[in-house]
């Protein structure tokens, strides 16, 4: 596709169930990461894949946080046993160029998380 | 990261109107991002600063990079509905992921 695409659009859940957020980045681009938005914040950095190299993950704020890049391209960030806390917009964007201060990023639209 | 100080939070301006906004930070940074998030959207990157002093236009939009390396304004004239959105300033130091202000919240009334 000609963006990045993100699903679901929405996801709600019940407190302490595990979700599974997709990520297509733009084809081709060999940086890939994740942020979390949370209401009325600015995007805060969960994780960063180089290809399927994930070289930071200092921003995950637990271990029921985890990301994965198999093959370079999609990605899916999993979170288990949701609290309420984790409720967000999870943006996923992509760059063409490797390197975590690439300053060229191309957002999704994200998926916005409630856990009820 | 360090946190980067964006005012105002909102503002509401008439259709036509320029609008000023700015981010300040304690530390010096390397490069000032501008991004702009629209309702429902992902951000999208407006204009980059590398040099201290720099000035960059992008259509209506005028951004520049503070001298001391600790701040940066983004400017928008003669605004127009569709500048609705939330604008968020950025920087890295060149290895670290992007760190995002909390945005300004602009509004503009027809």
């Known amino acids: 596709g000609a963006g990045v695409s993100q699903s679901p659009r929405y996801k709600v859940a019940k407190r302490g169930q595990d979700v599974a957020l997709r990520c297509d980045p733009i084809s081709g681009h060999v940086s890939l990461f994740w942020y979390q938005q949370a209401l009325g914040q600015g995007p805060e950095f969960l994780t960063y894949f180089q290809n399927e190299a994930q070289l930071d993950k200092s921003g995950l704020p637990s271990d029921r946080f985890f990301a994965e890049r198999p093959e370079g391209s999609v990605s899916t960030l999993k979170i288990q046993r949701t609290q309420q806390e984790d409720s967000a917009v999870y943006l996923c964007a992509s760059s063409l160029r490797g390197g975590r201060g690439n300053e060229k990023l191309f957002f999704g639209s994200g998926t916005q998380l409630s856990v009820l | 990261g360090q946190q980067l100080n964006q005012s105002p939070q909102s503002m509401f301006i008439q259709e036509g109107e320029d609008v000023s906004m700015n981010c300040t930070s304690s530390s010096i940074f390397n490069t000032w991002l501008w991004y702009k998030q629209d309702p429902g959207e992902g951000p999208v990157l407006l204009i980059a600063l590398y040099k201290a002093g720099e000035l960059t236009s992008n259509g209506r939009l005028t951004a520049q990079f503070g001298i001391t390396r600790k701040d940066s304004f983004l400017n928008i004239s003669a605004s127009i509905p569709s500048d609705v959105g939330i604008y968020f300033c950025?920087?890295?130091?060149?290895?670290?992921?992007?760190?995002f202000g909390k945005g300004t919240r602009l509004s503009v009334i027809a």
């Open positions: 950025a920087y890295t130091t060149g290895n670290t992921p992007l760190v």
